[in-house]
């Protein structure tokens, strides 16, 4: 097999793409491409990985100027002409390399209310939730989210509107909005709703189509698009 | 600006979408059926003078505009000029007026003066 013409980002905002040369093998996928550049050929690379299997949601990048998740993408999928260009993910500030620093992303988790809370104690029983009522459904059609930054990455909106809280954490607002438990719906909408919320979505989709895990936060959104209007026709919101 | 306004305004958008959709289909029809009657603008204003139900359906489709149109540019205002949210509610309220007065103003002109 040839090799594969490599360009990878060097540096925190400001900085160059270095290219390197890197054997093709069988099966290879892009966090394997950048795992031999760092063991072989440069270890001042610094990247981000840990399970390698699609589950941390850790090694996402820009491989050739799409966000991907580069532990499950094979090269021969996405190498044009045998090259690769490997950038950090967009919308994030770069730390060095291809690192990016997720705390903004994370922050929004939390500023979305992205975290439970239930009102049963120990002392109470478990609560029932149906298998196959549409909460539960809707909940688990968002749940599956590995928080690796490529919807946040690819998001327009991001880009433009610095405090817009982004796709996985309103997905993950809706996959809440859904959990009959959780006892803080009202502060959550009032926390998701707006023009740094949900209301600033454009629909585009960018998010649902480059999801590595298949979810769609667009729709998520768009579902909590129709709660927080009820709740203000309510005059609950 | 407040969640539950910027909330309102989404459900006032969507719901007006919902009468436009209908509207704009209507009267593209009517449009064409008064083309390919082959009929004068005196033919035209000799059968909607007096109509109520044609006063009331372009009454209805000018305020869904002016409900509709606005909101929409006060999004674009906000984010492609970047103007404070304040300021380009305001300004689309106002825009809101000039589309109804001109518009209603049009259908009076049609159906009744």
Redesign the interface.
């Known amino acids: 097999m040839s090799n594969l013409q490599v360009r990878v980002w060097r540096g925190k905002d400001q900085g160059r793409f270095a290219t390197y040369e890197v054997p093709r093998a069988a099966s290879q996928t892009v966090l394997d491409v950048v795992t031999y550049i760092q063991r072989q050929l440069d270890p001042t690379l610094s990247y981000r990985f840990a399970c390698r299997v699609g589950m941390c949601g850790s090694c996402a990048m820009t491989v050739n100027g799409v966000a991907r998740w580069t532990c499950r993408t094979h090269v021969a999928k996405v190498a044009k002409n045998g090259e690769l260009e490997i950038a950090p993910l967009s919308n994030l500030k770069v730390i060095k390399d291809l690192v990016t620093d997720m705390s903004e992303f994370f922050d929004k988790w939390a500023r979305a209310l992205g975290r439970f809370k239930g009102s049963r104690t120990r002392h109470d029983d478990f609560a029932l939730v149906k298998p196959d009522s549409a909460q539960r459904a809707a909940a688990d059609a968002a749940i599956e989210c590995i928080g690796c930054g490529v919807c946040y990455a690819s998001c327009d909106v991001v880009a ?2 610095k405090e817009f809280l982004g796709p996985a954490a309103l997905n993950r607002a809706w996959s809440l909005a859904n959990d009959v438990r959780d006892a803080q719906q009202g502060e959550r ?2 926390a998701v ?3 740094a ?1 949900c ?1 600033s979505c454009h629909t585009q989709g960018s998010c649902s189509e480059r999801c590595p895990k298949k979810i769609e936060p667009t729709a998520g959104i768009a579902g909590l ?1 129709r709660l ?2 009820a ?3 309510r005059g609950e ?1 | ?4 306004t ?6 006032w958008q ?1 719901v007006s979408a919902m009468l436009l959709a209908v509207c704009v289909a209507i009267h593209l029809g009517g449009i064409i059926y008064a083309v390919h009657g082959g009929l004068s603008a005196a033919q035209i204003l000799g059968r909607t003078h007096g109509n109520v139900l044609f006063g009331v359906f372009y009454g209805v489709f000018v305020l869904a505009c002016a409900v509709h149109v606005p909101i929409g540019i006060a999004n674009v205002a ?2 492609m000029l970047g103007w404070r ?1 304040e300021y380009s509610v305001l300004t689309a309220l106002l825009f809101s007026a000039l589309i109804a007065v001109m518009g209603l103003r049009a259908v009076y002109g049609v159906v009744i003066a």
């Open positions: 433009w509107r909408l009032r709703a707006g023009d919320g209301h698009k927080a209007a709740a203000a026709m919101l | 600006m407040k969640a539950a910027e909330a309102k305004l989404w459900y969507r906000d984010e949210r």
